[in-house]
């Protein structure tokens, strides 16, 4: 076995535990996700909901943000974890944090309880993002 696939397997390992973490009792959608980072190790999230329903964080932004605030901005790819058949994409909001620390060519794989189910790249899913910095003057 090559070492990309038992690291992502370790990652989607870590994705299902993070996922256990998951508070959604609105939806009862758990997610988790696993961001390993070019350094090695692994940052992991879940979906955190709040009853104003605005307030919740999805698993991926929530592993992204845990990353960064741990001064971590450098990423090798990214595990997420549904139940669902065929399994869940990052959402639109978590594609544009993804898109600003991390190249098109960056991995994200889709997993469900059984496995890994598929893998995009970050510009096949988000081949247009927002960057502020390359459209405004002021930064
Ligand atoms: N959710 C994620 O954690 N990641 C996504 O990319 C899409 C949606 C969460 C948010 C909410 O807690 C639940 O799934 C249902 O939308």
Same mark, same amino acid.
């Given at each position: 076995?090559?070492?990309?696939? +038992?690291?992502?397997?370790?990652?989607?390992?870590?994705a299902c535990s993070a996922r256990k973490n998951s508070y959604s009792p609105y939806?009862?959608?758990a997610?988790?996700?696993a961001l390993t980072l070019?350094?090695?190790?692994?940052?992991?999230g879940c979906n955190v909901e709040n009853a104003s #329903?605005?307030?919740? +964080?999805?698993?991926?932004?929530?592993?992204v943000f845990a990353a960064v605030a741990q001064g971590y901005r450098d990423f090798e790819h990214l595990? +997420? +974890?549904?139940?669902?058949t065929p399994a869940s994409p990052p959402c639109a909001f978590c594609l544009g944090v993804l898109a600003e620390f991390c190249p098109p060519d960056?991995?994200? #794989? *889709?997993?469900?309880?059984?496995?890994?189910?598929?893998?995009?790249?970050?510009?096949? *899913?988000?081949?247009?993002?927002?960057?502020l910095a390359k459209n405004s003057t002021l930064l």
């Open positions: 076995m090559n070492n990309a696939f +038992v690291d992502i397997q370790k990652s989607w390992d870590l939806s009862r959608f997610v988790g996700a070019r350094t090695g190790g692994t940052v992991t #329903y605005g307030g919740t +964080v999805c698993a991926e932004r929530t592993a595990v +997420v +974890v549904t139940e669902t960056f991995p994200i #794989y *889709l997993a469900n309880l059984k496995g890994i189910e598929k893998s995009f790249t970050l510009g096949e *899913l988000l081949p247009h993002p927002f960057q």
